[in-house]
């Protein structure tokens, strides 16, 4: 290779790069070039905090892009994705401070916290006719604080190859499956050692998480927390009853029936062979869910409540259920929409439709958990009492010291701090 030749190609090869490292400056300027050159949204700012990811936040997205359009040059909506792990903490340590958004997006289990820190304002009251449960989520000693968008809780999976008649309405039923299926096959698989998905055992059983006067009642009746040791010592349900492996089992097609939420969509061999449907009735009464409200809450600390107030009105309207039900299943929260066929016809599916009414059927029967600050301590003694069950260690053992743990909760009251040294200051 002559000289010249040896400068051409190595003048080719910068300049090649030049142009490569020019295309990425481009590429990580472009959005800063164009924010800066855009001229600022005009009208009141509202900002809105969410966690959501995916399809549920594009739905978001979009629906304040519509707002903005309406509104334009008298209110617009700033939106924020925050990661759910860090998202109550942050919450927690901005707005003391005067911070923070002035709506966000979160599930209601949180409120009694938030009040707690004097972080949520009082909405105007929610006048739609919610279903049944929804309003005890949202409002505490008789005011208003969020306006509920969807709501969340268990489904019955099954597969139709397995079941072609349908799963069974009962759980001793579902028990009788074990002679009736192929060997190696559960008739039922779910994270058995979790109190949240143990709810349908629960509450059917007439389980309560807390007494008239405040004090809890968990452990009051164990039938539902020993029926699960029986269920897996018998082999209705898997020796490892954990999240993952009843996933597993339920796609290759090893167990019948699952139990889950509306946020799994089966895969594997079953992807083609599923079905939804209401979950199991337990000694004669129907099986319900924890339920989870989604909800839109406003900060009394930080912009005019009247436009957070408004913005949540927004994510909560008909229009905006129309659209969780139609890109992603998730049930509207006022009554009279379930019988409105142009609001049915909005699901994506037949089996969508049936994963919205199946959804319903798990709230009647199911319980909106309480937003009692003290309700974040009953989850680990729940699960610590199911572990022992499952792994048919002593449950009278267990759910005593579930109970110690519980005790100590009840007791404790914070001592109200010393403002002798802030006055000083």
Same mark, same amino acid.
């Given at each position: 290779?002559?000289?010249?030749?040896?400068?051409?190609?190595?003048?080719?090869?910068?300049?090649?790069?030049?142009? /490569?490292?020019?295309?990425?400056?481009?590429?990580?300027?472009?959005?800063?070039?164009?924010?800066?050159?855009?001229?600022?949204?005009?009208?009141?700012?509202?900002?809105?905090?969410?966690?959501?990811?995916?399809?549920?936040?594009?739905?978001?997205?979009? %629906?304040?892009?519509?707002?903005?359009?309406?509104?334009?040059?008298?209110?617009?909506?700033?939106? $924020?994705?925050?990661?759910?792990?860090?998202?109550?903490?942050?919450?927690?340590?901005?707005?003391?401070?005067?911070?923070?958004?002035?709506?966000?997006?979160?599930?209601?289990?949180?409120?009694?916290?938030? %009040?707690?820190?004097?972080?949520?304002?009082?909405?105007?009251?929610?006048?739609?006719?919610?279903?049944?449960?929804?309003?005890?989520?949202?409002?505490?000693?008789?005011?208003?604080?969020?306006?509920?968008?969807?709501?969340?809780?268990?489904?019955?999976?099954?597969?139709? =190859? %397995?079941?072609?008649?349908?799963?069974? =309405?009962? $759980?001793?039923?579902?028990?009788?499956?074990?002679?009736?299926?192929?060997?190696?096959?559960?008739?039922?698989?779910?994270?058995?050692?979790?109190?949240?998905?143990?709810?349908?055992?629960?509450?059917?059983?007439?389980?309560?998480?807390?007494?008239?006067?405040?004090?809890?009642?968990?452990?009051?009746?164990?039938?539902?927390?020993?029926?699960?040791?029986?269920?897996?010592?018998?082999?209705?349900?898997?020796?490892?009853?954990?999240?993952?492996?009843?996933?597993?089992?339920?796609?290759?097609?090893?167990?019948?029936? /699952?139990?889950?939420?509306?946020?799994?969509?089966?895969?594997?061999?079953?992807?083609?062979?599923?079905?939804?449907?209401?979950?199991?009735?337990?000694?004669?009464?129907?099986?319900?869910?924890?339920?989870?409200?989604?909800?839109?809450?406003?900060?009394? #600390?930080?912009?005019?409540?009247? $436009?957070? !107030?408004?913005?949540?009105?927004?994510?909560?309207?008909?229009?905006?259920?129309?659209? =969780?039900?139609?890109?992603?299943?998730?049930?509207?929260?006022?009554?009279?929409?379930?019988?409105?066929?142009?609001?049915?016809?909005?699901? !994506? !599916?037949?089996?969508?439709? =049936?994963?919205?009414?199946?959804?319903?059927?798990?709230?009647? !029967?199911?319980?909106?958990?309480?937003?009692? #600050?003290?309700?974040?301590?009953?989850?680990?003694?729940?699960?610590?009492?199911?572990?022992?069950?499952?792994?048919?260690?002593?449950?009278?053992?267990?759910?005593?010291?579930?109970?110690?743990?519980?005790?100590?909760?009840?007791?404790?009251?914070?001592?109200?701090?010393?403002?002798?040294?802030?006055?000083? %200051?």
């Amino acid at each position: 290779m002559s000289e010249l030749e040896g400068k051409r190609r190595s003048m080719g090869g910068r300049t090649a790069a030049g142009l /490569l490292l020019l295309a990425m400056l481009a590429a990580l300027l472009f959005r800063p070039l164009v924010s800066a050159l855009s001229p600022s949204p005009r009208g009141e700012r509202v900002v809105l905090w969410h966690s959501q990811r995916g399809t549920e936040r594009e739905i978001t997205e979009q %629906l304040i892009r519509e707002f903005n359009a309406q509104n334009e040059g008298r209110v617009f909506v700033e939106p $924020l994705a925050v990661p759910d792990a860090s998202f109550k903490d942050k919450l927690l340590r901005t707005v003391p401070r005067g911070g923070g958004p002035d709506v966000f997006l979160r599930p209601h289990n949180e409120l009694g916290e938030f %009040l707690a820190q004097d972080v949520v304002a009082e909405l105007p009251r929610d006048e739609r006719d919610l279903l049944t449960g929804l309003r005890s989520g949202l409002e505490q000693e008789g005011k208003s604080y969020g306006a509920a968008l969807t709501y969340k809780s268990l489904l019955l999976f099954y597969n139709k =190859r %397995l079941l072609p008649g349908g799963p069974p =309405r009962s $759980l001793d039923e579902r028990r009788a499956l074990r002679a009736q299926l192929s060997e190696g096959i559960f008739p039922l698989a779910y994270e058995a050692n979790v109190f949240f998905f143990h709810a349908p055992l629960f509450l059917a059983s007439g389980g309560s998480i807390f007494k008239d006067d405040g004090g809890f009642a968990v452990f009051d009746d164990l039938r539902s927390f020993r029926l699960v040791g029986e269920l897996r010592k018998e082999g209705t349900i898997p020796r490892e009853p954990t999240y993952n492996e009843a996933i597993r089992l339920f796609e290759a097609e090893q167990a019948a029936t /699952l139990i889950c939420g509306p946020w799994y969509t089966p895969g594997g061999k079953v992807a083609d062979a599923y079905d939804v449907a209401p979950l199991f009735a337990v000694g004669g009464r129907p099986a319900g869910s924890f339920v989870t409200v989604e909800a839109a809450f406003g900060i009394w #600390t930080t912009g005019p409540l009247a $436009l957070a !107030s408004e913005v949540a009105r927004v994510m909560a309207s008909e229009h905006a259920q129309r659209a =969780r039900v139609a890109a992603l299943s998730l049930p509207p929260v006022e009554a009279r929409l379930y019988e409105d066929e142009a609001f049915r016809s909005a699901a !994506s !599916s037949d089996l969508a439709l =049936r994963s919205i009414e199946v959804q319903r059927a798990s709230l009647l !029967s199911g319980l909106v958990t309480p937003t009692s #600050t003290r309700m974040a301590a009953v989850w680990r003694p729940g699960d610590d009492v199911l572990r022992a069950s499952v792994a048919g260690r002593d449950v009278d053992l267990a759910v005593e010291q579930a109970q110690y743990t519980l005790t100590r909760v009840a007791e404790y009251q914070p001592k109200a701090a010393d403002s002798t040294i802030y006055g000083v %200051l």
